[in-house]
């Protein structure tokens, strides 16, 4: 069994479903019942069950709550696109080595082309390293061999088993499954299930012309799959999408690194070009240098925001560059890249208080490369009540949400329609007064009050200061939902001329915070 | 009781500005909490300013009369682009225009919201106190200034937020700057501070977010509540004048909603007449279209004595309307009949109100009309469900929009809807939310259990779950939104917007007054009730179709009475389909009962509802009637009341006089107990009513447990109780819908099948019930069918229904309509080319005709004629052209059939899925309905059937009700608690079930008690619904 003799016009696809790959990729053990999850006609529904948790009559498409009526103590984790993806792109990387012309077909499976595979051996042993290969990986799947993809995943989802449809072969192995195995719109299968065809075999039976006309384009061309006519796309080599490495050789050594900065300016120019035309850019760039004497120095560059502004990224090189001491005369230079990403290609948004002014921008890269990106943060303010839960840390640069991200989109439906928010106003909108020190935690501290029980004095750093004037009281209760808390606070004027934030809760005093002088 | 209009000592501060829950979404206390709550502070009054609107009023102003202080009248108005108003009534006057405001402020806006320019506000300053809140500019301030003068203040807050010491700072420059004094209010919108919770999940729920992400939308603190006195003295201890300026507003108010006066519209009588003197007109005129052969002496004695009555209780003008009314819709071929305390007088027989003949019939108009009540008298009119709206657009036309309008109806929060809400507010997943909501809507009406929780796929204890259960129950019993009363009607003499706010209502053409039929009472309106009953949509269908047929004229007082037949058929419990005793329960009953006669049909739809099931008075009657026991009453006081009921309490009136009889209640003190009927339900307590009732039950020697029983059947009134005025109406139209049902079997099933939506039954029911009649019904064919289910003559005097394509899931009515013109004037359709042709009707329906099996006299068959209809061009330009091309479809077979038919109509007249697996089930010793009456009481049987209903009624402690239909008949099956409880998932889930069970009988009555349930393993319609109820 040699399999069958390729032509030069033929086009033969393996296809690797991997049934459980969805969850296997989450951790899920099959025996455990879990389901992967994601929001779906305003109900969070089942994208994709373990095999234990299909033994209890979860499908893909039921609800959560559905779900876990047949089944309560089912897990279910939230579906993250990006990561699945870039799950499976890894597995088809994996798979390079049983054909260039490789892709991942989401969200389960895997095609190659095969028929132009030098020295591959026969479909079978194809078929059998793949199967191998996969189960080795923990994605146990089924494999198909067909003349097209649509073909070959449709016989191993439904199938479930391995199998090579021979050449001119896909319609027979199509035929016996359900309808709902082809693309096509309901109402268009109901159609023909109510006409009494119920699988592709009966579909395919139908003429081709007594289909066009009676169902959407969409069921046409299913029916043209179901007759074993499915496109046949042309899978490329595939081409690694990764860093960027630009060398340029000195023709005569360099020492100065002033000059050197000519050679470098034209690599970032270079740099930037190619990063245009692969609509990339990036935030971290390392310069490397090849001194005469065999050895390397090298640079590494962050560079605050994705960028491929080539102006940019020549100042930060400068910034960088500014007292470094060569370790000898430079022979070549290297620029290399990060992992670029895809270039958003968003204007600055001159309104944007972190953007408005460049500076900031280069302040914070400078800051990013001496302390890293852990250490350099900006808060962000959240329309909270508790003062300690008003805010959050954010890496520094990182875009405020435009109108998506829960707190956006609440102040989004909350500034609509309503009749109550005509009448108060916008109170939330009006930032209340909160000292830019914050203590956390808050520290216990003695105060003396009068009869109304408002502050007199407060002791601080072992001695008693009198409270000068006073502000409040201000009461802040809420959150009975998770952590209440009801307090009384008070802004209090020192004889020290310091002002800070005082509160009472449970009987306690508590300090939250100063005010600049 | 008119309340004092004194408002305290001068320096005690008075809360002007309170919302409360009818400010919707917002104020988290219902009027009642907000007054009560003031009056055990100390407040000698209180204003209630809701916004936009003045629903809550009439509550609050019933509990400020219980608790002797008072309400100043006001709402809080909001001014186009721009903040709000409180404005509060200073006299009638100022009442006035406080309506015409609101009414103009919600003439133009969305439902729920209201809004009006500064100017008209400024048009209408005279006798409204005006107090300023939110940010008003010095312009506005000054503008308002002008014309309200001494009348305005501006609103003085403490919340203690961080917005408090701008605001105080703010209103104090705009004080000097414009001379407005300021005046304290705490601005509440609940009674206590512990309502925060609550009051954060109804913002949540207005803002259509949860409280994670709500953040400083929701108040800061707890502080907008009402404070007592002395609170706000020390709150507002740096600005005395305006705590001062409280009371001084609140002396000027000297309005109260007892300054109202109503006067009933007058026009309806023409030129020259005194209403008295037209009614008596009118009703001899009526007696004697009634009684062609003469009036009988006992109806003329009857009518004089009624209209001595009305004449001396000035209730002429009321009869008149309803008269007016009536008469309207039967020169308009409307259906109708009245019900009600006065409906089943001899003037309203006369008048056409009602068909209820007072010759043959003793009810005593006393008992309906009680000159020591001194309250209007209650008519009800019913009229056909698809045509009340044509009545509804004649009183507005009548009386004008500004004098008439429908009455409101508030929603409350039921558990449904509150768990709904409160799981959204609280960030459940909404199908999680969803599945609760629904799983309790039926079944539990007690506490949500962990079992319910964990079948909705929640964790019982996630302590979000359990705060979303505490909230629900929080949000239960508020205000939820307003809608309209089903029937209520108010017209006035003057204009009714003078009185109450009016509103547009939601529906189109209609518009309603801001209070519901409780306060209406409260402000002593009177309502006319113009309801909708499918039965008499039903009940006329009926009559058109004999006289279509058979040339035979009915009405509902010309049906002959007591005909033995039809009386033999109620015996037999064969009452599917006829009016009010259709269910399961009335269907059990009947056997038992023995109907003979009208008065009978009176008690049997009066005694299976749970006034008397809960009184445990439906056993002792029964027995009675049997004569198993000997009639006997508790005091001989009583014998007079209770002799027509074989001295069995069955009518709510009954009670009512029992309690004057025996109870030592005067007049009056019966009134109030009726009252407190219908308030049990929400407060769950008779009060001292009940304690003088047994303490003047045991003085007279009534036994304790008599008593006690009496006590009972009251509370049972509360959930349900008929009077006993409603029941002889409604018998009526009992005896009318089992006459048509047992003399002309095929009409009234068509009837009924052309009023859908209604009554008990599923379609595929009433059909099945008139297949067991021997009535033939024959499939929807395009060459015969109409849009309506028609008759076709089989015989003499038989008929077979003919489904029409109203019966077809998905068909246009146009389409339907055009079918029929079309084949009427041109005659049948020879091909599906020349009916899309000739009646232009697009492939979707004639797809759906298709698949309905309708096109069969065009096609081989309904695959053959899908096929041929997809092959149709569809464009205009190209219709009647077909694409000829064949294919080879596959044959289909019965339960291909079956599940089509089910598809397209939600039955199937060739195939019954439990019949289809009848000899599976044979073998497996499975019987059929039918053969169960055969089988004695005690013994187990195994059934399989579709369920058609469910049921758990509050009076069966726990028992569900199921009614199982197979190809042969209908089976009641009860499933004991702890039964149901254990194969609940079953139970509920699946339509198409086998049950072990033991056959009960009571005479002839025949039951199943329920042991053991599975699913029954025959081919499943795709849409196969049961109907549930409570």
């Known amino acids: ?310 102006t940019a990224i020549m100042n930060r090189i400068r910034h960088r560059t500014a007292d470094l001491k060569l370790g000898g005369p430079v022979v070549a230079v290297t620029l290399t890249t990060d992992a670029a990403s895809a270039f958003d290609g968003h204007q600055i948004d001159l309104r944007d208080p972190l953007r408005k002014n460049d500076s900031i921008a280069d302040v914070s890269a400078k800051l990013l490369d001496a302390l890293g990106s852990r250490s350099v943060l900006s808060a962000r303010s959240i329309p909270r009540h508790r003062p300690e839960g008003a805010w959050r840390p954010v890496p520094f640069g990182t875009p405020v949400p435009s109108s998506t991200g829960s707190a956006a989109q609440c102040l989004v439906s909350a500034h609509a329609p309503d009749p109550v928010f005509a009448w108060e106003g916008q109170p939330e909108a009006i930032a209340p007064d909160r000292p830019p020190i914050m203590l956390s935690p808050p520290e216990a501290i003695e105060v003396d009050v009068d009869q109304g029980n408002q502050p007199t004095a407060v002791h601080l750093s072992g001695r008693w200061e009198s409270v000068e004037q006073r502000l409040g009281p201000e009461q802040i209760s809420g959150e009975w939902w998770s952590r209440p808390f009801q307090r009384t606070y008070w802004q209090a004027a020192l004889s020290d001329g310091r002002r800070c934030w005082l509160y009472k809760e449970h009987g306690r005093w508590w300090l939250h915070g100063w005010w600049d002088r | 009781m008119v309340a004092s209009r004194v408002v305290g000592p001068v320096n005690e501060p008075i809360e002007l500005v309170c919302r409360t829950a009818f400010s919707f979404g917002e104020g988290a206390s219902t009027p009642e909490e907000i007054v009560e709550r003031a009056a055990e502070l100390g407040f000698s009054a209180v204003g209630i300013t809701d916004r936009d609107g003045v629903y809550g009023l009439p509550r609050a102003h019933r509990a400020a009369l219980a608790c002797g202080i008072r309400v100043l009248p006001g709402a809080l108005l909001t001014i186009a682009g721009g903040p709000g108003v409180a404005l509060l009534a200073q006299d009638a006057g100022g009442w006035s225009n406080l309506t015409r405001l609101l009414t103009d402020a919600r003439k133009d806006t969305p439902k729920g919201w209201g809004q009006l320019p500064l100017q008209q506000l400024l048009d209408r300053s005279r006798g409204l106190e005006a107090i300023l809140l939110g940010h008003w500019t010095p312009e506005s301030t000054q503008a308002m200034r002008e014309c309200f003068g001494e009348s305005l203040s501006l609103a003085l807050t403490r919340r203690l937020d961080s917005h408090d010491v701008k605001h105080w700072d703010r209103m104090a420059v705009l004080s000097a700057a414009t001379q407005v004094p300021l005046v304290a209010t705490s601005d509440a919108i609940m009674h206590s501070s512990s309502r925060k919770p609550l009051h954060d999940v109804l913002t949540c729920i207005r803002r259509k977010c949860t409280v994670d992400n709500a953040g400083s939308a929701l108040a800061a603190n707890a502080m907008r509540c009402l404070r007592s006195p002395s609170a706000m003295k020390r709150m507002f201890a740096s600005a005395p004048s305006a705590l001062e300026r409280t009371h001084e507003i609140a002396h000027r108010c000297t309005f109260s909603l007892d300054d109202l006066r109503y006067l009933y519209p007058r026009e309806i009588v023409p030129e020259g007449w005194t209403p008295i003197r037209w009614l008596r007109h009118e009703t001899a005129i009526g007696l004697e279209w009634r009684y062609p052969e003469g009036t009988p002496a006992k109806v003329t004695s009857q009518v004089e004595h009624e209209l001595r009555l009305i004449e001396k209780l000035n209730f002429s003008a009321y009869f008149l309307t309803v008269y007016d009314a009536v008469r309207f819709a039967r020169d308009r071929n409307i259906l109708c009949q009245g019900r009600g305390s006065a409906a089943n007088s001899a003037v309203c027989f006369a008048l056409g109100i009602t068909a209820v003949d007072p010759a043959h019939s003793s009810l005593l108009f006393e008992r309906f009309i009680s000159e020591e009540r001194g309250e209007p008298p209650d008519i009800d009119v019913d009229f056909e469900h698809e045509r009340r709206e044509e009545v509804l657009q004649y009183v507005y036309k009548r009386y004008g929009r500004h004098r008439a309008a429908m009455v409101n109806e508030v929603i409350s929060y039921r558990r449904r809807s509150a768990l709904r809400d409160a799981g959204k507010a609280l960030g459940l997943d909404p199908d999680q939310i969803d599945r609760l909501a629904k799983g309790v809507q039926w079944f539990d009406r007690n506490a949500i259990n962990e079992a319910k929780l964990t079948e909705a796929g929640l964790n019982p204890r996630d302590p979000r779950v359990q705060q979303t259960v505490t909230m629900a129950e929080a949000l239960k019993g508020m205000p939820r939104h307003v809608g309209i009363h089903s029937g209520g009607f108010t017209v006035s003499d003057g204009p009714l917007i003078d009185l109450c706010p009016i509103e547009p209502a939601s529906m189109k053409g209609r518009t309603v007054i801001q209070w519901d039929k409780d306060d209406i009472d409260t402000v002593g309106f009177v309502k006319v009730d113009l309801l909708s009953l499918g039965m008499l949509t039903a009940i006329r269908k009926g009559f058109d179709m004999v006289k279509e047929h058979t040339g035979q004229c009915l009405s509902l007082a010309s049906i002959p009475a007591d005909d033995p037949g039809v009386y033999d058929m109620l015996c037999r419990a064969d009452t599917m389909g006829v009016f009010q005793i259709e269910s399961r329960a009335q269907m059990s009953m009947l056997p038992r009962m023995q109907p003979r006669c009208f008065y009978d049909l009176v008690i049997q739809v009066s005694i299976v509802r749970p006034g008397p099931i809960q009184g445990g008075m439906v056993h002792p009657y029964l027995r009675r009637r049997r004569g198993e026991e000997p009639i006997e009453y508790a005091h001989p006081s009583l014998e007079p009341i209770l002799k027509r009921t074989l001295g069995v309490p069955i009518f709510q009136e009954q009670v009512m006089a029992m309690a004057s009889a025996v109870g030592g209640f005067s007049p009056g003190e019966a009134d109030a107990l009726r009252r407190a009927m219908g308030a049990w339900r929400k407060r769950g307590t008779l009060g001292p009513l009940a304690e003088k009732l047994m303490a003047g039950m045991r003085a007279n020697g009534i036994s304790d447990a008599y008593a006690q029983q009496i006590r009972d059947q009251i509370r049972g009134f509360g959930e349900y109780g008929f009077p006993e005025s409603h029941a002889a109406s409604f018998a009526r139209l009992v005896y009318v819908s089992a006459w048509l049902k047992h003399h002309y079997p095929a009409a009234f099933c068509a009837a009924l099948l052309n009023s859908q939506p209604m009554g008990f039954y599923s379609p595929r029911s009433l059909l099945d019930d008139a297949r067991r009649h021997d009535v033939d019904v024959r499939p929807i064919d395009i060459q015969k069918s109409h849009w309506d289910n028609t008759l076709e003559p089989t015989g003499q005097r038989s008929w077979a229904i003919r489904l029409g394509f109203r019966q077809i899931k998905g068909l246009p009515k146009q389409a339907g309509l055009r079918i029929q013109t079309e084949r009427e004037a041109h005659g049948t359709f020879q091909s599906i080319a020349s009916l899309q042709c000739r009646a232009d009707i697009n492939r979707s329906a004639l797809a759906t005709l298709a698949r309905a099996d309708a096109l069969q006299s065009l096609a081989a068959n309904r695959r053959h004629a899908l096929w041929a209809v997809q092959g149709l061009y569809d464009l205009p330009l190209f219709r009647g052209l077909q694409r000829t091309d064949d294919a080879h479809l596959p044959e289909s077979t019965e339960i291909d059939e079956m599940r089509e038919d089910y598809r397209s109509f939600g039955l199937s007249l060739a195939h019954n899925p439990v019949g289809m697996v009848r000899e599976t089930l044979t073998q497996k010793g499975f019987i059929s309905a039918a053969e169960v009456h055969a089988v004695p009481g005690g013994r187990t049987v195994k059934v399989a059937g579709m369920v058609a209903h469910r049921q758990r009624p509050g009076t069966a402690k726990g028992v569900v009700f199921m009614t199982l239909e197979d190809e042969t008949g209908l089976l009641n099956v009860v499933i004991k608690p702890h039964t149901f409880e254990r194969q609940r998932k079953t139970i509920v889930q699946h339509n198409l079930l086998e049950i072990t069970a033991r056959v009960q009988r009571d005479g002839q009555s025949v039951s199943l008690l329920a042991s053991r349930f599975s699913p029954l393993k025959a081919p499943k319609p795709e849409k196969l619904t049961s109907r549930d109820f409570r």
Not at chain 1, 56 to 62: E, F, L, S, T
Not at chain 1, 220 to 233: D, E, F, K, L, T
Not at chain 1, 276 to 288: D, F, M, P, W
């Open chain 1, 1 to 310: 069994m040699g399999g069958p003799k390729y032509t030069e016009r033929m086009f033969r696809y393996l296809v690797a479903h991997a049934p459980t790959f969805r969850l296997d990729r989450c951790g899920w053990p099959h025996r455990e019942p879990a389901v992967l999850v994601a929001e779906e006609k305003n109900a969070l529904r089942v994208q994709a069950a373990t095999p234990s948790a299909q033994q209890a009559g979860i499908r893909p498409g039921m609800s959560v709550a559905a779900a876990r009526a047949l089944l309560p103590h089912v897990e279910a984790e939230l579906l993250d696109n990006e990561a699945e993806a870039a799950d499976l792109l890894a597995l088809t990387h994996q798979l390079l080595r049983i054909s260039p012309c490789i892709a991942a077909m989401p969200p389960d499976a895997v095609v190659a082309e095969i028929a132009r595979v030098p020295g591959a051996g026969t479909e079978r042993a194809l078929l059998e390293r793949v199967r191998i290969r996969m189960k080795q990986l923990g994605h146990p799947a089924h494999i198909v061999v067909a003349d097209d993809p649509t073909t070959a995943l449709n016989v191993a989802r439904w199938q479930q088993t391995n199998r090579i449809i021979p050449p001119n072969e896909g319609h027979l192995a199509l035929a016996p499954l359900p309808l709902a195995a082809l693309p096509m719109p309901t109402k268009d299968r109901a159609l023909l299930e109510s006409l009494g065809i119920l699988t592709i075999g009966q579909f395919a039976a139908l003429p081709p012309s007594a289909v066009t006309g009676r169902f959407s384009p969409a069921a046409v061309i299913a029916h043209a799959m179901s007759s074993g006519r499915s496109p046949r796309p042309t899978l490329h080599p595939w081409i690694e999408n990764g860093p960027l490495v630009l060398t340029q050789d000195l023709p005569d050594p360099i020492s100065e690194f002033e000059a050197l900065s000519f050679v470098v300016g034209a690599l970032v120019r270079d740099l930037t070009a190619r990063l245009i035309a692969r609509s990339q850019a990036i935030t971290h760039v390392e310069l490397g240098l090849r001194l005469s004497d065999g050895r390397s120095q090298s640079i590494g560059l962050r560079l605050g925001a994705h960028t491929r502004d080539s």
